[in-house]
């Protein structure tokens, strides 16, 4: 659910502020460092405003939006505008759609790779295999 106080549009807006001070060479010490990280990278294209509004609340804020900022602007509009991210279980066979409010850091790392590609349901399955460890992996 979105935050009720911030909208994307103030969240672009207060980007723009962010970015045309440190152009100007004004110092911006109101903001916590990881506010002024997320709005650097609204400011410069590296991150969905709509991302932003909605991650306040997650656990973990800011290596969440540190993983989807990875992705395409494209992407983390989907992502937005959609509210869930597709994820596969392993264990069940399974693909849940998790709102994107409830993902957790594990389930972004199998979604999302360390080059921004958002991952396939098949892509996610051959990453979980390949880290899966049971006896029968470690005996061969």
């Known amino acids: 659910m979105e935050n009720p106080k911030l909208t994307a549009d103030f969240v672009i807006r207060m980007a723009m502020v962010v970015r ?16 002024l990280d997320a709005l650097r ?34 992407d983390q509009e989907r992502i937005a505008e959609n509210g869930y991210l597709d994820i596969f279980n392993l264990e069940e066979a399974t ?9 957790t850091l594990k389930q972004l790392k199998q979604a999302i790779d360390d080059n921004g590609h958002l991952r396939s349901i098949l ?6 295999r390949s880290r899966a460890v049971g006896p029968s992996r470690s005996n061969r």
């Open 95 to 103: 693909t849940r759609r998790i709102p994107i409010t409830e993902i």
């Open 41 to 74: 990278r609204v400011a410069y294209g590296q991150l969905s405003a709509k991302i932003y509004v909605l991650s306040l609340g997650w656990a973990h804020w800011s290596r969440s939006v540190s993983a989807i900022s990875r992705l395409v602007l494209p």
């Open 123 to 128: 892509e996610q399955e051959n990453w979980l």
């Open 20 to 35: 045309a001070k440190e152009e100007a060479g004004e110092s911006i010490d109101t903001i916590s460092a990881d506010m």
